[in-house]
């Protein structure tokens, strides 16, 4: 197999005793700490297990036990409880790891649903099988997929939507490091683009110790002591561990954080050796070789292994002879090798994947841990000698680049090596990074507002542990990885201080409803475009300076501008110069910022459902609807400003706050003044001569009617612009208007602009002349288009507290990207988190500067799982009856309640469920089928999505309502599926045919 | 020494928004005007609520945010880091050090991890420890240099009985922290540090400065914890800074005319305006901080760094000096872009 430049390990997740995720994992390596503790006391009593001398059986007593191991967030996975309980915690493990995994490789679980991802797990016996199905009176559907051991893979398939090979793996203590071989072949064969891969161990009965113990093989306290003179044997360990595995290429082209790289596998077999248990030196040189040779490898060059090195005095011998005789040629320094299993005890089905965990870690953090036992060396071992050196102490790892070893080998002779190098290193920069990266958006989503709180607190945790930096980087894993959950959070921050405090308190203040937003649709959105008036010295500078996209389009508006106003409007704003918005340049200022606030939010994925533009405002929103270029509106927006400002003085215009009926009288007495806005109900402009407009502010100052000179330079939108309006045709001459692409609510027709309507020369130059009819053009937008969202875009908001004096939809939410002279990227990043949490899925990359999606991405502590849910020892309602145990008196790991005879439904009835005897009968028999608490069964819970019911528990559904149902008759499947969408909708079906079998 | 050390990049930390005159002033009784006539210092920064005394910042949150920035900006991994100095007059705790409190929050592991007591020369004390690393074959190596005054001043303090020399403790320092990345290869910045100088001269004097502190011996003690000579001071440090300026230009074998950049001594604002005017390179271009941050001590040459290094030009040279008047200790740096 063609290795190419490798295998890189993008993701990881584990738990292993006292390590409960891969960080204390690592320090638990790292500080050379023991795992090892008495058995618990649900798994089995040693004492049950006598020696010849009355002590307990060497290696019962003790071992490596996971941490709530039969810990299960059943709702997450929409599991049924009695489901959840009789699956093997094998497959519930691993279900929590591979989820965890796949976020720390920096990519949202749920986004990779439906691909061709691989699945490969080792796992080694079948003891929850063995267990559980020896009862044949309590075999049941769930039960049997439950014991499977290839259900470990495929529920990970199943769960998250993986449609690529999905298999268990067994060769014993070796299956893990199998199973990723065979992952990494998956890969570099093209079978896979990604791969999960890794395996998982529970000691659920002594069997195999006792095994051990008959073999000689057991040690005295439980604990594997690896190439120490202390060496007895195996203690056995439990873990759950996953990697996600990229095609090297594949990860340095996504930008994925790369922790190590596979370089060559190999596996091979002892044959026909001294026995079917015994390790073989032979085989196991050749397949350290042959990994060695497909990883393009000298031995001599591999710094260190991680051996075996179960702690077996045979097993330890042949394995540092295997080594020696490869890795011990040919080198100056001594090969450094030791075993995780001193640290854990010897964890079976996971022993390959916890090497190789440690071995990704070790190069990714470059030092070695060192091995435990490894100060009383077993001088028969001749280590020195052989070219290999025990690690006593962390090694620290050279500069550059670094190969390791991996060995894990089975039982029944399947051995298996891996060779991993050091992730490789970007060239280093030839400039320091000096772009102050903004304002970012946190996003965190989970499955029920509770869950969501509680991962709120541990974020909030790990930033507060970091040192305080930009937190934009931070930020943006957190969209790539912690999107996708119904209930959704979102804060914006620029450095982690400020966004570890935002995300404390969303933890620990309010109501989880308050923090956590679930949206049914999408937003949808509609632009508002400013019209002349909002502009200022200046406007939008602090937004160009921290938004990288507004940067961008503010420079291609400027552009577009500058063959028609020979300056740059751009330079004038960032210096804030007043002459960049005077005089002839006062639209095109506008016009520039609007375009390029409009394409900022367009390219973050905000499309506008319909656009509106205020007067000048209408060039912009004619370039965002696709009527116009950018260069058309550009050449038309610095004529109308050149025309306009050329217009002779005298004019004026003048803002009432009363409506036109309230000035009728006033403007006939008036010829030279004109209505040139109809902004709301008591909101309109007037225009005109400036002596006029005068005469009509003392009449309204009488009569106590609030009047505002708005200080514009000319008599807009009024007969007193014709003298221009030839020359602005003209000038609207050569541009070719499309039709829209986006429904556009003109000002001046005050309506949506119709098919036949075009924004041509004629309807600019008539634009220009005729009133603005903004509160028609409005309310027609909103009875046509019923928009969540008005955003206006412009320099500050003008037309939102128009807006909301004209009476809208309560609903309707108003926002704003660059709401005032202190706005910068902060503002425009809320902008996008409120749409988030509305519903919106923006492109978030568009949102940081390219310094920062350029990066690997930080790494975000994983998903955390509800503990409120345990299935093994502490079932939901434990049964009262106990299993007399027979002879040996283990207590085996039994499923209790949710398996047994479901409990007699609780009396707590819902209201509606004593009106409703048919949905009283519904929910307790999906209660029932599912062993769902009866409040968890509501009427609006959907059967696949809340309730993961399945074929074979609708068919359990079907005879237990039957049986709740006598009156019901004959129902057919094929009759009830259309109706299994929710509770409710089953409930309805089945009293309408309740109701028609009795009109029958 | 054979081989060159180069500033990859720097990082720094100055804590909240800055201090002005007039807020300091509304807090310390005092007129804004004395502050800017006498000491000439703008803003400074704290890392403790200046009505309440409660300390948000400590000075391991400031130098490893500080530490990360530099690492971050060098395009490095904590990884790649193979010491830790830092410099500083006031540790959070005098054990552990802050040093390796720093280590930890960056992630850092199984490297040297080191403090320097010191003060104005503090940063150029480690960045000359930290050039005899690199000399020694490490390829990495972060230098911090930072100072809090919490423990020092006195937010409850009767401003109108403290006499007027300890008041100017109060508008004259200010917290912070900068840091550098030394490396054995040009990167980032590629900035070569072609000499240092580092010379204890306070033989027999006594001191100009004393950072004092309590312990259970002498809690009640009524000594004054900061004390600085200010007519020694004004006397001696611009003479020092003569001669640090000649004395590394020789060594280096540059002349005035060749320095593109002249980070002077940072003591306040009106002094390092007369000590630069002493100095007279009228053709280097002064990167000075003190006037926006105050004298934060240990940080002030990093902070200066900081500034200078987006402005230094391939081929530029600066030259900066710092003294510390506690027991008159000379220091100074010869960098050039390559």
Known sequence: MAYGDGVAIVGIDCAFPLARDTDAYWELLLRGGDAIGDVPTERWDPAAFPAADGAARAGLARGGFLDGADVFDNDFFSVPPREAAAMDPQQRLLLHSAWRAVEDSGVAPGSLAGSGTGVYVGVMGGEWGRLHLGDYDRVTPQLGAGSSAGMTANRISYQLGFTGPSMAVDTACSSSLVAVHLGVGALLSGECDTVLAGGVNLVMSPALGLVYHQLGLAAADGRCKPFSALADGIGRSEGVGLVVLRRLSDAVADGQRIYAVIRGTAVNQDGRSNGITAPNRWSQEQVVATACKRAGVEPREVTFVEAHGTGTALGDTIECAALGSLHGEGRAEPCAIGSVKGNLGHTEGAAGIAGLIKVALALHHRIVPASRFADRENPQLRLAQRGL???????????????????????????????????????????????????????????????????????????????????????????????????????????????????????AGGLPEQVAHRPWSRPSVAFLFTGQGAQYAGMTAGLYRESAAYRQHLDAADAALLPYVDTSVRDLLLAGDERGVAGDLTQPALFAVAYALAATLTAFGIRPAAVLGHSVGEFAAAVTAGVLTLDEAAHLVAARGRLMHGLPEGGAMLSVQAGPDALRQLLAEEPQAHIAALNGPRDTVLSGTAEALARIAETLEEAQVRARDLQAPAAFHSPLVRPVLDRLRSAAGSTEPRTPEIPVFSTRYGRLLADTERMDADYWAAQAESPVLFADALADLETVCAPTHLVEIGPRPQLLPLAGRAGLATSVEFLHPAPGPEAGGSELAELVAQLYRTGLDPDWERLYDPEVTAGSGEKLRGYSFSTAHRYWTAPPA???????????????????????EPAEPATTDPVSRDRDPVLAAVIDAVAEV???????????????????????????????????????????????LPALRSVGTLAQFLGGHLTEGVRA | MSATAYLAATGSALPGPPVDNATLGRALGVSEEWVDIFVGTRTRHFGWDLETGQVRHTLADLCAQAGGAAIDAAGLDPVDIEFVLLATATPDTLLPTTASEVADRLGLMYLPAFQIQSGCAGAVQALDLGRTLIAGGARAGLVIGGDVTHRHLDPHR???????????????????????????????????????????????????????????????SERPMLVEDYKAIEESVPTMAREILWELLDQLEWTPDDLDFLLPPQLSGRMTERITEHLDVPGAKEVSCVAETGNTGNALVLLQLARLLPD?????????????????IKTGLGLEKV
Not at chain 1, 881 to 899: D, G, I, M, Y
Not at chain 1, 937 to 951: C, K, N, P, Q, T
Request: hydrophobic share 40%; with cysteine.
């Open chain 1, 389 to 507: 050196r025990l690690l006593k102490s962390p090694l620290r790892l050279p500069p550059g680049p670094v190969v390791a070893g991996l060995s894990s080998f089975g039982m029944g002779g399947t051995n298996a090596h891996a060779v991993l190098g050091s992730a490789p290193r970007p060239a280093p920069r030839t400039t320091a990074k000096r772009a102050r990266p903004g304002a970012g958006v946190f996003t965190l989503t989970a499955d029920t507002p509770g869950a969501l709180i509680r991962n709120l607190t541990e974020q909030a945790d790990a930033v507060a542990r970091r040192p305080r930096t930009a937190a934009a980087a931070l930020c943006r894993q957190s969209n790539r990885v912690k999107t996708g959950l119904p209930y959704r959070f979102a804060v914006t921050a620029r450095d982690t201080e400020e966004l570890a405090g935002a995300l404390r308190e969303a933890a």
């Open chain 1, 878 to 900: 434990p049964r009262t009856e106990q299993v007399p145990a027979a002879r040996p008196a283990a207590t085996p790991p039994r499923p209790t309640s949710p398996l047994a």
């Open chain 1, 930 to 976: 599912g062993s769902y608490p009866l409040e968890q069964v509501v009427h609006s819970a959907r059967f696949y999505e809340d309730l993961g019911f399945d074929s074979v528990m609708i068919m359990q559904l079907k005879d237990r309502i039957e049986a709740r149902l006598p009156h019901l008759g004959e129902v057919s499947v094929q009759q009830l």
């Open chain 2, 158 to 220: 009767d401003v109108a009985r403290v006499p007027t020399e300890e008041l100017v403790n109060y508008v004259l320092f200010g917290d912070g922290a900068g840091a550098a990345v030394l490396t054995a290869e040009p990167v980032a910045e590629r900035v070569a540090v072609r000499g240092v100088l580092n010379r204890f001269t306070g033989l027999g004097r006594p001191p100009g400065q004393t950072v004092d502190w309590y312990g259970i011996s002498d809690r009640h």
């Open chain 2, 312 to 328: 230094l030009p391939t081929g530029g040279r600066a030259l900066a000096i710092a003294v510390e008047s506690s027991k008159w």
